[in-house]
């Protein structure tokens, strides 16, 4: 009985063989209990035989008897025990196996779930992988159970039975812990995903709302204004806006990154489409912002230069037309004199030649202002445009006016002069025209400008028509003297010959050439008309055809949608193919146009030929791109439906195969059969995972780029086909476990092991066949798919392994202890362990392959970042921006393209390590094994050859470029040095002398000049060409500079070719004038030393003999004819004499004057010594007895004297003309008084002969004696008549002179003293004075004007009887003076006008000064009685005050313009008034906008800085004069006072209650936190620093001391704290001990406590801040616990710890704390302006952080802004650069505490809520100090303009306003003041910093128009 025990006293732990093991136990106990009757019955027994028996017997039967009952006990109690305990493991092992299944079979299905849950996508995965969380949690009591039941079942039954049970528990345990820890992974993962989702999806909704805030601004920007210093301030916006669009697309970039990455990781059954779409919406307005913005920013950075050119050039026109149409208008009307007329035709020839000159000016002005219209707004480009027609109507006026007084002058020329001048007049015109048609500007490529050139050639052959009478005149009056002259041989003759035939060609060259011109033009014309329309047109459609082949649709996945996108396309190719014909028809007339326009437009035309090339190859290549894709996507689609096709099909058969298997068999060759058809059944569907994977693979590809409809049509389809597939392996997986249980309950276990044996050996080959290949992540895929099959087919096998380790144990526990058992013990633990081997080998080889596909993941991803990479640099590369074509712009472009290159060159290493490790995985790889991987390395060499190739051409295109630039530059500059010293030449040039050897001497070094000239005129050349190939292919903003460059520099060529023409001219000229008047002079000269030489030898030769006499007196009569012939020729020398010496500059009138006087001498002397001849010839024959001859002679000379002393003859004129002719007279009386002698002879000879001769002689004698003194006597009387008209003559000339001379110097001084009058007076008394003057001098004009008409009286009087030579100076005095005296006359009116409309304004000024001098005396009054209220305790009550005093202050600022107005009025201008001759009259004439926009210009102009080294004066306040209105400035200045101090005492009032206030609630364990930390954070030492308060060492510190040192050591505390302080230390003795107030900072429970994680934020803040070096410490202000905010916006943002490094929250990220410092302290922010600092913002009242358009802002905006932020904060001014400062950097005196950024002050609320009230409390004028002095003037406009540009998501820091309260430091360094000048102009609320508005302002420059156009108003009355 007691071996039948012991056989249970191990019990079983398998059901089945513990309820027999129970049963057996219960009959057994039942068995041992039926004996205890029997063992009772013997124990009876053998007592009774013990008393029977005695000694040894008995104590044998005793012993025998406690044996037997002890062992019976035992047996019985051992039984019991056992059944026990089998009772009590039944329930537990029946519980222990019923959790065991139910886990076994929840993990068995959850482990087949796993694959499909991998393959879903991320929603359904979350809602899965829920669903098992929950699973999880309903089954974790279950294993509980079975950890806690089965160690008891171990300790009920130990050994195998327990080892089995643990097996069981473990791996239960293992299992549950691994579907556990997937769960959790992959819920981790889904979690990760769903964040990164999110975060991406919050980024890219982010920056979509920027980007498209950015868009809203960029499209509502203000206009581009036509002002330079406006759009200066809007580039310097956009370029700020710019910058944060660049970096925001680097975030971008990088959120793009993500995306996709993020797109990558997820599952292909992911819906991805709102992802993807919003990506793409992303790009699309990232992209259209970008080129929005770069499309403004490059059309600002054109406008500027544009608009300064334009209105420079404006300027310089506008002040040279205002010098010729002053010259113009000053021009005389033509004189009949030929001499006048030719020095009139000269200045006109002048003034031409200076229109000629500045053509190029205003083609320049055209040029820039139809360019800046484009670029501007409306409004503005009809400003420009209006300045365009008034500068061009000016200009053609005064061209207009100068041609039509030049053929007026010819035309006079023509009547006036001889034929001589005629001739030369014409050949001089003629000259003129015919250098001007071979000298016309080459004919232009634009039609406007060649209409310009056809109205230009149009006016040259109206000019030749006009000159075509005259020409012909000169022309018969030509061949009429050479007719008349007779001999040809006359060197005049020829003269005229040669110069008609000159005149003739000229003439017909004239002709043929405008003629052929003007055919020129209307060809170039019609070609030009032809080619742009062309030209626009084929630009239009090929536009239209490249947005339609860049908007088309992504291809399509269905292949009947892409095939309608190819029918699309293909008639996109249709259109492309009829368009072109059109290009190329296009091309052809461009060069035509070419051929037929000048060289200078050659460039531009064919630029645009270029253009429409490169367009037209870029849609062609779109158009091959597009085709190429469809043809892809063609293959894939058919690809993707084929296979999908086929899997559709094999599922079919599959399926309905698998349905046909029929039911389990009931015996053991059904179900081997079933599994051996099952086996070849799923061999036959297993390679079909390969297809289902790349059926996955080519639908995630297809859908990555198509819309979410195409999309659902791949996924519907594919999760169909996804589902089926694991429905089936699902299938497969379920029969084969059911068909291993079939064939285990038929007790075929070792038939079911042996098949599991085989199906073992088979997986362990398939996976030795699986061998990753390396760096191709598709092939690895692949494998990873087969070796998927081969997971799911273990995990299918693992509840037939479990299941046949539960029949063995089982076999084995039946046959426990035989061989049988032991033999099934080996199979069980050779089973287990190929299990375990198989699994480990699986999960190797998954390892293995997962670490190869991430490893070529890894690699493919640097292969596609590489690509992706150079593709970026591609496209940087391949972008063929213009180079740059200034030097510095050419170099910054090579050294930014340095960079790309540098980032080429660094990556290099990079790259061929890839290629190099891709070799590698090649050569590791089967071959033929990756393709894909093959393909990539080929594609990554070629794109990095390509690049690589790429870039260095563009670095030589670039370095070609910077050369090229810098050549021309410096090529420019050496043209320009030389220009200047040309002109400097030509400048100092000698005026041409009209001496012969000195012009010989000018014309030789002018010929040097030119020479050097024409060897520079190819240089000009170069730099023409060299110029206008920069000029179409350089950058835009360049091309400006050079154009304007080449513009002056071709300008002042021909200036300085033209000076030298004309100089060759004028030499010419004066070579001939000099040549003409010695070779006369000289000839003359001659044949007077000649003749009298021969009269000197004649009167010696003189004779008595009749005859001899006779033939003598003959002679002498051929030589006075002779000399009489001669006399033209001497009046001609004088006269050309005269004349030179008139055109001869003054060093020449000495030898010219010598030479006319030389001459006139040797005439003087041979004319006396001829009439001394003939009278001693006339006395010889007289003497020789020829009577009757001498008697002749006599008288014929008395009747041609007689004849010249005709007493109608006119005498007056001007005094020179009647001078000339008394001169004259006084002559022939000299002569008649030499004759008188001779008379005197002839009568005595005849008184002798009456004696001797007959009386009918005596008779004759006597008649003609009678004769003889009868014409002797009329001579006589005549000759003294002559005499007295000469001399009334002279005497009314002599008072004509005088008085036209008096009323010429009176007319000069009236009009300097109308013309300068001086500015108008202050007062109205000074006025009144200037009015009685001004009446006083028209009364005096009133009397000057009856000697005027006297004056003209006797003007024409003489002119009425007045000598012809003298009529033009006679005729030219009446005209000036009569002009003169009407422009006098209406500039008197004028100023008689101004100043009554003055003292009208005067008086009304008066008015308003008095009202406000009457306000400010109640103000005064009012203040002064406030003033000496006492203020009350109460802060509403303060409020309320502060309200009402704030109304007051506006009520002021108000007033601040009527006081400006007063004394601005009364204030001098700087400068005179200064009237143009001629200005007012012509005024009304001239478009309205000339005057205003050369007041602009000029305005603009003078605003600006002259550029020289001489340092500017200071500007001094002006003085003012007027007591009334010194007395309303001071007047202003002390109300002013007075309210600021009122509003002082009423600030301070509050803050001091404000602090009361806050004391209430001090908390001294605060405080001390606070100092502790500041202290910490300067790094010093609390007892150092109390040691140096502590001056006589005796360890304490008075109250004042102690508090006084802390205040100056800058800890953010205020006065009432530190008393609260000082009065717990003190213990009223008034001192404080120093190791007291220590101990109690540093309690020893301090250092023990850990600091907390916001004290170590705090703590970290503190350290931070406390490196700022500027003047005024960045601040920081704690809100809460982790909020802060931070710099001048008070930003309010989180604080966080993460891994121990302090980060602060910045748009949808983190960035670390000293990053972040780095970007917004200033300090930190080494080279960065003021504008790229995000905290220089403060933001206008009801302003949000947002994009605002572009608005200039008035003002009063800007004051307000600043005044919310109390007095406290800085205000930023112009742009500056701010260095890098340190502590040491920092100014004496200016260094800002430690603190200043700690924490706020208490005044910061009130400061705050003082502001709100409404306007600031300073106007928006400039201001004085109260002791008077200048202070500068706010600008129109804030510096930094609140909403001018979005804020940065990546650390702007723009914010509500809020304010550090902490005081500045009280000094300021000079260089900060100097640097922001408008700290001095914004206004504060109390503090010494408040400034006075005043009566006065100092004019300053300001940087910015406002909309009002106010400051360029103070600018105008300031100048």
């Not at 250098?435 to 500007?441: G, I, L, M, P, S």
């Not at 979410?708 to 519907?716: G, L, N, S, V």
């Not at 009304?1484 to 926009?1493: C, M, R, Y």
């Not at 930003?1691 to 983190?1710: D, F």
Request: aromatic share 4%; glycine share 4%.
């Amino acid at each position: 009985m007691e071996s039948r025990l012991n056989r249970y006293r191990v019990l079983s732990v398998f059901v089945d063989k513990l309820q027999e093991q129970l049963d057996e136990l219960t009959d057994l106990t039942e068995e041992i209990a039926d004996h205890q009757k029997q063992v009772y019955d013997l124990s009876t027994s053998g007592y009774e035989l013990m008393k029977h028996v005695t000694g040894d017997d008995a104590i044998a039967v005793k012993e025998k008897l406690d044996t037997l009952q002890h062992r019976f006990n035992d047996l019985t109690v051992k039984a019991a025990d056992i059944l026990q305990r089998a009772q009590a493991a039944l329930p537990l092992v029946r519980q222990f196996y019923a959790s065991h299944n139910r886990l076994g079979d929840w993990m068995l299905q959850v482990e087949s779930q796993f694959p499909s849950i991998e393959a879903s996508g991320l929603g359904l995965q979350e809602r899965e992988i829920q669903k098992l969380e929950a699973e999880i949690q309903e089954h974790r009591p279950v294993l509980d159970n079975i950890n806690l039941v089965g160690p008891q079942l171990c300790q009920i039954s130990p050994g195998e039975g327990a080892s089995t049970i643990e097996n069981l528990v473990s791996r239960d345990n293992r299992r549950f812990d691994a579907i556990c820890e997937q769960v959790q992974r992959k819920a981790e993962r889904i979690h990760l995903s769903k964040q990164r989702n999110l975060e991406v999806l919050g980024d890219i909704d982010e920056l979509l709302d920027w980007f498209r805030d950015a868009e809203k601004q960029l499209a509502e920007a203000e206009p581009i204004s036509s002002d330079a210093d406006h759009i200066r301030m809007l580039l310097k916006e956009q370029r700020a806006l710019n910058d944060d669009i660049n970096s925001q697309k680097g975030r971008v970039r990088d959120v793009l990154s993500s995306a996709k990455k993020l797109m990558r990781d997820r599952s292909a059954n992911d819906d991805l489409s709102v992802l993807r779409e919003k990506v793409e919406d992303l790009k699309d307005t990232m992209e259209t912002v970008c080129q929005l913005s770069a499309d403004r920013l490059n059309a600002l950075e054109q406008a500027l230069p544009l608009a300064e050119h334009f209105y420079d050039t404006h300027l310089d026109l506008v002040q040279w037309m205002d010098e010729v149409e002053a010259a113009a208008t000053e021009l005389d009307a033509p004189v009949v004199n030929a001499h006048q007329i030719k020095k009139q035709q000269e200045k006109n020839k002048i003034l031409i030649q200076s229109m000629n000159e500045h053509k190029p000016l205003l083609d320049k002005l055209n040029k820039t202002g139809n360019t800046l219209i484009r670029l501007c707004g409306e409004d503005e480009g009809v400003k420009v445009q209006e300045i365009m027609d008034a500068d061009n109507a000016r200009f053609a006026a005064v061209r207009d006016v100068l041609r039509e007084r030049q053929n007026v002058l010819e035309e006079a020329l023509q009547a006036s002069s001889q034929f001589s001048d005629k001739l030369d007049g014409m050949l001089n015109a003629l000259s003129n025209t015919a250098d001007q048609v071979n000298n016309a500007e080459p004919i232009s490529a634009h039609p406007e400008k060649i209409q310009e050139q056809i109205i230009e050639n149009n006016s040259i052959i109206e000019d030749l028509d006009k000159r075509s009478p005259a020409f012909e005149a000169v022309k018969k009056a030509a061949k009429e003297v050479i007719n008349k002259a007779g001999d040809s041989r006359d060197q005049a003759v020829k003269d005229i010959k040669q110069k008609l035939d000159k005149l003739n060609d000229l003439w017909d060259s004239i002709q043929k050439a405008t003629k052929n011109r003007e055919r020129s033009l209307e060809d170039a014309l019609a070609m030009a008309e032809k080619f742009w329309n062309e030209l626009n047109g084929v630009m239009t459609a090929l536009k239209d055809l490249q947005d339609s082949l860049n908007s088309q649709e992504p291809p399509a996945v269905e292949p009947s949608a892409i095939q309608q996108q190819q029918e699309v396309l293909q008639e996109l190719k249709q259109e492309i193919d009829q368009t072109k014909p059109e290009v190329d028809h296009c091309r052809k007339t461009g060069q035509n146009l070419m051929q037929l326009c000048g060289e200078p437009d050659k460039p531009e035309v064919k630029k645009h030929i270029e253009d429409l090339d490169n367009v037209w190859e870029n849609i062609t290549a779109l158009y091959a791109k597009r085709e190429e894709n469809l043809i892809n996507a063609m293959e894939k689609a058919m690809a993707f439906h084929d296979t999908l096709q086929n899997l559709l099909e094999f599922l079919d058969t599959a399926e309905e195969t698998f349905a046909n298997l029929g039911p389990l068999g009931s015996d053991i060759d059904t179900v081997k059969g079933q599994i051996k058809q099952l086996k070849d059944f799923k061999s036959e569907v297993d390679p079909h995972m390969v297809e289902i994977e790349a059926l996955n693979r080519q639908a995630q590809e297809l859908t990555e780029n198509t819309s979410p409809d195409q999309a659902m049509a791949i996924k519907e389809p594919l999760a169909d086909v996804n589902h089926r597939w694991d429905d089936l392996l699902k299938g497969i997986v379920d029969r084969q476990r059911q068909l291993e249980h079939a064939l285990l309950k038929l007790g075929q276990f070792q038939h079911a092991l042996n098949e599991l044996f085989v199906w073992m050996s088979k997986t362990e080959k398939t996976l030795d066949d699986l061998k990753p290949v390396f760096g191709d992540p598709q092939v690895i895929e692949v494998e990873l798919a087969k070796l998927k099959v081969v997971v799911n087919d273990i995990h299918a096998h693992q509840s037939s392994v479990d299941t046949l380790n539960d029949a063995g144990r089982q076999l084995i526990e039946q046959d426990k202890g035989s061989e049988d058992a032991s033999a099934m013990q080996k199979k069980l633990n050779q089973l287990n362990s190929r299990w375990g081997d198989l699994q480990k080998k699986a999960k190797d080889r998954q390892k293995e392959l997962e670490d190869a596909l991430k490893e070529a993941q890894a690699f493919n991803q640097d292969i596609q970042d590489l690509l992706l990479w150079l593709g970026d640099v591609d496209g940087l590369l391949s972008t063929s921006k213009p180079v740059g074509g200034l030097p510095e712009t050419a170099r910054e472009q090579l050294q930014r393209f340095m960079e790309i290159y540098d980032e080429l060159d660094s990556n290099r290493h990079k790259v061929e390590s890839v290629l190099q490790q891709g070799t590698d995985y090649l050569k590791r790889s089967n071959e033929g094994a990756a393709k894909n991987l093959q393909h990539n390395l080929k594609a990554l060499r070629q794109k990095w050859d390509s690049v690589l190739n790429r870039a260095n051409d563009k670095k030589i295109k670039l370095e070609i470029a910077l050369r090229e630039a810098t050549e021309f530059h410096e090529a420019l500059q050496a043209f320009v040095e030389w220009l200047t010293n040309s002109e400097k030449y030509l400048a100092n040039l000698k005026p041409v002398s009209r001496v012969l050897s000195t012009i010989q001497e000018q014309i030789e070094e002018h010929k040097n000049f030119q020479k050097d000239i024409g060897t520079h005129r190819e240089t000009m050349l170069n730099l023409d060409k060299k110029g206008t190939h920069l000029k179409y292919f350089s950058q835009k903003q360049d091309v400006i500079l050079i154009k304007n460059l080449l513009i002056s520099v071709q300008h002042r060529w021909e200036r300085v070719v033209s000076k030298s023409a004309e100089r060759t001219r004028q030499l010419d000229y004066g070579f001939k004038e000099a040549k003409e008047f010695n070779d006369a002079w000289t000839d003359l000269c001659k044949w007077l030393d000649t003749s009298e030489k021969m009269l000197d030898d004649m009167i010696a030769q003189v004779g008595n003999e009749p005859s001899k006499i006779k033939q003598m007196l003959a002679r002498h009569k051929e030589f006075q004819r002779t000399l009489a012939g001669k006399q033209p020729t001497y009046d001609a020398t004088m006269k050309a004499g005269r004349i030179v010496r008139e055109k001869a500059p003054k060093m020449d009138h000495p030898a010219i004057q010598d030479m006319l006087n030389e001459l006139k001498n040797k005439w003087n002397s041979v004319c006396s010594k001829s009439v001394d001849r003939q009278r001693k010839l006339e006395e010889a024959l007289l003497f020789s007895g020829q009577f009757k001859d001498a008697m002749q002679a006599l008288l014929d000379w008395l009747d041609k004297v007689k004849k010249d002393l005709n007493e109608n003859q006119p005498v007056h004129g001007d005094l020179d003309t009647v001078n000339s002719l008394v001169e004259k007279h006084k002559t022939f009386t000299e002569e008649l008084n030499n004759r008188k002698n001779n008379m005197e002879s002839v009568k005595k000879t005849a008184t002798d002969l009456m004696k001797s001769a007959s009386k009918d002689d005596a008779a004759n004698i006597e008649a003609q004696i009678s004769e003889l003194t009868d014409k002797w006597n009329e001579v006589s009387r005549l000759t003294d008549l002559k005499r007295r008209r000469l001399e009334e003559a002279l005497r009314q000339a002599e008072e004509l002179h005088k008085a036209v001379h008096l009323l010429l110097e009176w007319l000069s001084d009236v009009e300097m003293k109308l013309r300068f009058a001086g500015p108008l007076p202050e007062g109205e008394e000074a006025t009144l004075n200037q009015i009685d003057e001004h009446r006083r001098f028209m009364r005096e004009m009133a009397e000057k004007e009856r000697d005027k008409d006297s004056t003209i009286a006797l003007a024409q009087e003489i002119l009425k009887k007045c000598h012809p030579d003298a009529m033009p100076v006679i005729k030219h005095w009446i005209t000036i003076i009569q002009s003169r005296w009407e422009e006098v006359t209406i500039w008197a009116k004028q100023r008689q006008q101004r100043l009554e409309d003055h003292l009208k304004a005067l008086r009304e000024l008066s008015a308003l000064l008095d009202e406000l001098m009457a306000y400010l005396i109640r103000t005064e009054k009012t203040l002064l009685r406030l003033e000496q209220e006492p203020l009350p305790d109460n802060i509403p009550v303060i409020e309320q005050l502060i309200q009402e005093h704030q109304e007051l202050m506006d009520d002021l600022s108000s007033r601040q313009k009527d006081v400006e107005k007063v004394t601005k009025a009364k204030r001098p201008p700087p400068t005179q008034e200064k009237t143009v001759k001629g200005k007012d009259v012509r005024e009304g004439a001239k478009s309205p906008h000339g005057a205003s926009a050369r007041t602009r210009t000029l305005d603009r102009i003078s605003a600006r800085t002259p550029k020289t080294s001489t340092p500017a004066k200071a500007a001094t306040q002006p003085v003012t004069k007027n007591p009334r209105i010194k007395e309303l400035s001071d007047k202003w200045r002390s109300v002013w006072l007075l309210a600021l101090e009122r509003q002082r005492r009423l600030q301070d009032k509050l803050k001091h209650l404000q602090e009361v206030e806050k004391m209430r609630n001090f908390s001294w364990d605060e405080w001390r936190k606070r100092f502790l930390r500041f202290m910490k954070n300067k790094k010093s030492r609390i007892m150092d620093f109390f040691r140096k308060m502590d001056k006589d060492n005796d360890g304490k510190l008075t109250r004042e001391e102690f508090i006084t040192g802390i205040l100056k050591s800058g800890f953010p505390t205020s006065r009432l704290e530190l008393n609260a302080v000082a009065d717990m230390f003190d213990h009223g003795d008034g001192f404080i001990d120093i190791k007291e107030f220590v101990d109690a900072l540093r309690p020893e429970r301090e250092s023990s406590r850990p600091m907390t994680e916001a004290e170590v934020i705090e703590d970290e803040v503190q350290k931070q801040v406390m490196l700022c070096t500027c003047p005024t410490r960045f601040k920081v202000k704690q809100v809460g616990e982790g909020k802060y905010r931070f710099g001048e916006s008070q930003k309010l943002r989180l604080v966080r710890i993460l891994r121990s490094t302090v980060m602060v929250r910045v748009g949808g990220g983190w960035v670390a704390l000293d990053e972040f410092l780095v970007k917004n302290d200033p300090c930190r922010a080494k080279g960065r302006t003021n504008l790229e600092l995000r905290e220089q913002f403060i933001l206008a009242t009801g302003v949000s952080q947002s994009i605002m358009p572009f608005k200039s802002k008035s003002p009063n905006s800007s004051q307000s802004s600043h005044s919310r932020s109390g007095g406290s904060l800085p205000t930023t001014g112009p742009i500056t650069k701010i260095r890098e400062k340190s502590v040491r950097s920092a100014p004496m005196g200016g260094r800002s505490t430690p603190d200043s950024s700690a924490h706020s002050h208490p005044s910061d609320d009130s400061s705050q809520r003082f502001s709100k009230s409404g306007k600031s409390s300073v106007g928006s004028s400039s201001l004085l100090s109260p002791l008077g002095s200048s202070l500068p003037r706010p600008n129109s406009r804030p510096s930094s303009r609140p909403g001018s540009r979005p804020p940065s998501r990546a650390g702007s820091n723009l914010s509500l306003d809020s304010v550090d309260g902490v005081p500045p430091s009280p000094r300021r360094s000079t260089s900060n003041l100097q640097r922001n000048p408008s700290n001095a102009s914004q206004s504060s609320i109390g503090g010494s910093s408040s400034k006075i508005p005043t009566s006065r302002r100092t004019p300053t420059k300001s940087s910015t128009p406002t909309a009002n156009g106010k400051v360029k108003g103070d600018t105008k009355r300031f100048k």
